[in-house]
């Protein structure tokens, strides 16, 4: 168990360093959703009225409704980022040392992803200490219940950005792969819009971003924050995670003979 929790602590303090020297990795999180804060969120106001929708008690701002999804934003887009170091680490090697650990690859690929998880919730912590400077002021409990539900939602996201590192052969090809997945699922989803909203303009639409992953994961940070708990979001990120944890272990086997295994 020592030699697990070691490489635990290797592993997430590779990542802190990492993170730690590139600063401008810091600052662009933050600067992302701010400009939706800030920017997108005055000239939507007015077109885009709120009714009372869980868990919300009374009607809302805009710039209130968005928050939740945009630190959903801040964990997809740091998940994917967190990949991508995997695909660079392949090619230069380091990746093929780190398997050859006698420990199980599962864990060593969990530990990769806790560290990434944890980039990601300081990043969030952060941009809600900006939000409220900005007069975005939550629940002071919801700070707290909200710590459970981003690192379910961390871990979801990240797996996925774990799954799709192993389908890339060469770094060049991800910032494309990335393209194809983070829009969509930030769009398609109820970061920036209810559903109710959605099917005002298309049913489909509507059905598309109720099946989205990210939906969900951006619904049980939003619960959190108020002190709530919605167990169907929690049981869709819980699921996500399994799924998409398990189809990155499948991608990092390096018993199958194709591109993009280690």
């Not at 192993?166 to 989803?189: D, H, K, W, Y």
């Not at 920036?192 to 509507?206: I, T």
């Amino acid at each position: 168990m020592s030699g697990w929790l070691s490489a635990l602590r290797a592993i997430v303090a590779r990542e802190a360093l990492r993170f730690l020297h590139q600063r401008g990795r810091f600052l662009s999180a933050l600067v992302r959703p701010l400009v939706w804060l800030v920017v997108f969120a005055a000239g939507f106001r007015a077109a885009l009225g709120l009714s009372i929708i869980p868990p919300y008690q009374t009607y809302i701002t805009y710039e209130v409704y968005i928050v939740p999804g945009l630190c959903g934003m801040i964990q997809l887009f740091n998940g994917m980022q967190s990949s991508l170091s995997l695909v660079y680490d392949r090619e230069m090697g380091s990746m093929r040392l780190l398997m050859t650990s006698p420990l199980p690859r599962w864990w060593l690929l969990f530990c990769k992803l806790t560290a990434g998880v944890a980039v990601s919730i300081l990043q969030v912590y952060a941009f809600l200490a900006i939000a409220a400077g900005f007069g975005i002021v939550l629940p002071l409990a919801g700070y707290l219940w909200a710590f459970p539900a981003l690192v379910l939602s961390g871990l979801m996201l990240g797996a996925l950005g774990l799954f799709i590192s192993s389908t890339v052969r060469q770094l060049e090809n991800f910032a494309g792969v990335m393209n194809f997945v983070i829009f969509p699922m930030f769009f398609l989803s109820t970061a920036l819009y209810p559903l109710w909203k959605m099917a005002e303009s298309s049913r489909l639409l509507r059905d598309i971003c109720a099946l989205n992953p990210f939906t969900h994961a951006v619904e049980l940070i939003r619960f959190a924050l108020y002190q709530s708990l919605n167990g169907w979001a929690l049981l869709w990120v819980a699921s996500g995670f399994l799924v998409f944890f398990l189809l990155a272990l499948w991608g990092y086997d390096p018993a199958r003979s194709r591109p993009g295994r280690d």
